[in-house]
């Protein structure tokens, strides 16, 4: 919803707002019907098909309005609040200026839209604050294959992992790599670009094509500026993320939770 109180220039918070939108919107939001009872549904839904003509709304009511309805020339109109318990998360306003064109059946549908409308947004809103905590939170404990030719590169990429809470397994080789994916199953897979037998990428490549579309994601180790850059512009699918040499703990699970969502 976009709130357009009367002091629209004042630097107010947004229940502020709420709380001065002086107007049938504002009302219907906040749940007063005392001013025009005769208007409202059951629901809270205002409803009015001939917005001139109403003698419901007192005329003190009408002169705290913004007059936005007047000015268009809105005759039928309903206003539906979608709340999906006791917050209302959303307006559907439905206006026209022609009169009576709003039926009773007409508007009963909409109250069910708005309930359905409003179930939408509550579920979207839950769904970013869980991701917002899962973030918060850092990655879940996961199985990880850390494939580096230089072992204490290895050795010191497993005891970050591992510091983490993560149960890890390394490798010093692609091939050997990929002995040990056809033997156990990982989560997550961080392997150096650059090594003898089989680069980081042709690994990354080789997993894709025998394990997909159940195939662990890849993050890519590098040291060299030019691979970083070669990664990027070629966007290669089969990689999941990109961490540049040296990086530090939070730099690895941060491309760890990247990776794993």
Not at 191 to 210: H, K, Q, V, Y
Request: hydrophobic letters at 45%.
């Amino acid at each position: 919803m976009n709130f357009r109180p009367r002091d629209a220039g004042a630097d107010l918070s947004a229940e502020d707002k709420l709380t001065r939108l002086a107007c049938l919107c504002g009302r219907v939001i906040r749940g007063e019907r005392a001013a025009c009872e005769e208007l409202f549904t059951a629901k809270g839904c205002l409803w009015v098909n001939d917005f001139c003509d109403t003698v419901e709304i007192r005329r003190d009511i009408r002169e705290e309005m913004r007059q936005v309805c007047f000015q268009e020339g809105f005759q039928s109109f309903v206003l539906v609040p979608c709340p999906p318990d006791n917050e209302t998360l959303a307006l559907l306003h439905v206006c026209d200026k022609r009169r009576g064109l709003l039926s009773r059946k007409m508007v009963a549908a909409l109250e069910e839209t708005g309930v359905h409308f409003a179930k939408l947004i509550f579920q979207l809103r839950e769904l970013k604050r869980a991701q917002s905590q899962s973030r918060e939170a850092g990655p879940k404990p996961a199985s990880v294959l850390v494939v580096d030719d230089e072992e204490k590169m290895a050795s010191l990429v497993r005891n970050m992992l591992e510091a983490g809470g993560h149960q890890v397994t390394t490798a010093l080789s692609g091939p050997e790599a990929l002995e040990i994916l056809s033997e156990q199953k990982v989560d997550l897979i961080v392997t150096d670009f650059n090594m003898a037998d089989m680069s980081g990428l042709a690994l990354a490549i080789e997993i894709g094509r025998r394990w997909r579309p159940y195939a662990p994601p890849v993050i890519l180790m590098s040291g060299t500026f030019s691979e970083e850059m070669l990664f990027r512009e070629r966007e290669f699918s089969d990689v999941a993320a990109f961490l540049a040499k040296p990086f530090s703990v939070e730099t690895l699970m941060d491309a760890i939770h990247t990776a794993m969502r």
